[in-house]
């Protein structure tokens, strides 16, 4: 089945430094991949869309100048945490879902999910 | 865009009993999916529901959605330790997915 691989799992940073986060789709090809956060005993709020080769779409209240994707290839995307605050400490995850019919089999459409990323800004 | 609402937010229950957690839609969906988080995991797929009054089963959990594929509902019979976690709804568009709020579910041995 399709494997979405997140990296880091944990990091702990100092206020006003970067992060960068990577999500590699394993055995598939992702041209769309999704960045969500979450906070404790919340839901995931979806951040973004990244898209291989094109700028990424924010949702709305999501500051793309702190929170820079890039989807340089098909099976890599990074969120870049810049400047990050404590504010940002959150749980970060991405998720995908493959191009082709062949990686979800029919009927079965659903989106795969890293193992996410815990960020504490201190 | 599309917005679902989760109910309820939180439920207890003692293992063997049983649990629903319903999903609604002030629009009409074209599917509907429905996740799993484990505590401290992340959310792993579990069901896609696309036709009108479509239930379908996977062992002791049962999903529905609704004639007017505004609702959607999951029934978990016989609870065990092993359903803990977070429960989440949402309408799975190809380009995007937008989750309820999740139901978490707590089972007491």
Known sequence: GAVVS?????????????????????DFQATTMFWYRQFPKQSLMLMATSNEGSKATYEQGVEKDKFLINHASLTLSTLTVTSAHPEDSSFYICSARGGQDRDFPRGNYGYTFGSGTRLTVV | GQQVMQIPQYQHVQEG????????????????????????????????????????????LTFQFGEAKKNSSLHITATQTTDVGTYFCGPGGYNKLIFGAGTRLAVHP
């Open chain 1, 6 to 26: 997140q990296h880091p799992s944990r990091v702990i940073c100092k206020s006003g430094t970067s992060v960068k986060i990577e999500c590699r789709s394993l």
């Open chain 2, 17 to 60: 009993e049983d649990f629903t957690t319903y999903c609604n839609s002030s629009t009409t969906l074209s599917n509907i999916q429905w996740y799993k988080q484990r505590p401290g995991g992340h959310p792993v797929f579990l069901i896609q529901l696309v036709k009108s009054g479509e239930v379908k089963k996977q062992k002791r």
